[in-house]
């Protein structure tokens, strides 16, 4: 396996087309195609690991910090062991089941190059771990070579007649974390989650007030990103200013829930009437994108 590029497939449509042209650019025996399973995925999402799999001809692998023996039995207990769930840094779970696990496989393992499925519009984040990782993760972007967009992505998989991922049709822009919403969403992904999968959204909404009990501080997912709230936290110093609740917490009532908060709900990358679906053809940007776009290859 020495010398081998690697290439993440994170169950969305930007990672599998990656995994496609890392196949096409070096050979099918050149790659290894690995997953991180974090097991909070959506059950379709291992359906279309499938397809995926019969499209390449080749196997994805499966490495994981969750089940026997293994460090963490399910998600939740990485937000109780830390007592949070979205900080500045990023997700916690992120942090624990991907990025550290991640850096644990590269050190035991050769790899010539690892592969991720960063598309045109993440430069960004491409610059970012091309600057922090470029030693030890040796990074390369086969999406950046051909300036290929999400929207590019769901075309190319549509094209060869494969189905996407349910969390597209519903109308996400990612497909990751759909078991309990992804903590990492904005605040429009959430209004979307309580409106489409309110027993979801409540058990989130538990999970941050009992975190915020055994803290003895508020622990959310949210902030309020206004002008006129970063003002004020810069004003008075207090970030829990900024703090937004799923639902309002007994003891913290100046806080605020999205209820009354303004979201922009995810824009669907693609148009579907129950029988078939097609790319959403934008004019521009949708402007949720950058803000919700979670695609699960945040492992740096």
């Avoid at 020495?2 to 994170?10: G, Y």
């Avoid at 995926?52 to 499966?62: A, F, H, L, P, R």
């Avoid at 990751?176 to 979307?192: A, D, H, P, R, S």
């Amino acid at each position: 396996m020495r010398n081998k590029v690697v290439s993440w497939w994170s169950g969305g449509v930007t990672s599998a087309i990656t995994c496609k042209l890392c196949i096409n650019l070096y050979g099918k025996d050149n790659v290894r195609l690995i997953f991180i399973d974090t097991f909070n995925e959506d059950d379709d999402t291992y359906r279309f690991k499938k397809d995926c799999e019969d499209w390449y001809g080749k196997e994805i692998e499966t490495i994981t910090r969750i089940g026997k023996d293994k460090k963490y039995e399910k998600i939740q207990d990485v937000w109780y062991k830390y007592k949070s769930l979205n900080v500045a840094g990023g997700a916690v779970c992120s942090s624990e089941l991907k990025r550290e696990l991640r850096k644990e496989w590269q050190k035991e393992n050769d790899f010539k190059y690892q592969a991720f499925g960063f598309d045109i519009d993440e430069i960004r984040r491409v610059k970012s771990m091309t600057n922090n990782y470029r030693e030890t993760a040796k990074p390369i972007f086969p999406l950046l070579m051909y300036g290929y967009t999400k929207q590019d992505c769901v075309q190319m998989l549509l094209a060869e007649g494969l189905k996407m991922p349910r969390a597209y049709v519903l109308g996400f822009l990612n497909n990751n974390c759909l078991k309990t919403g992804c903590v990492q969403g904005g605040i429009g992904y959430w209004q979307k989650m309580k409106r489409d999968f309110p027993d979801k959204f409540n058990a989130m909404s538990k999970v941050e007030h009992e975190l915020t009990d055994i803290k003895g501080k508020p622990v959310t997912m949210l902030k309020d990103q206004s002008k006129q709230t970063k003002a004020l936290v810069l004003l008075t110093g207090d970030k829990t200013k900024a703090f937004v609740f799923l639902n309002k917490h007994k003891d913290y009532p100046f806080i605020k829930d999205i209820s009354v908060m303004e979201g922009r709900e995810p824009l669907p990358l693609m148009d579907c009437n129950g029988l078939d679906c097609g790319v959403k053809d934008l004019d521009e940007r949708n402007p949720t994108e950058q803000e919700i776009n979670n695609e699960q290859l945040t492992m740096f």
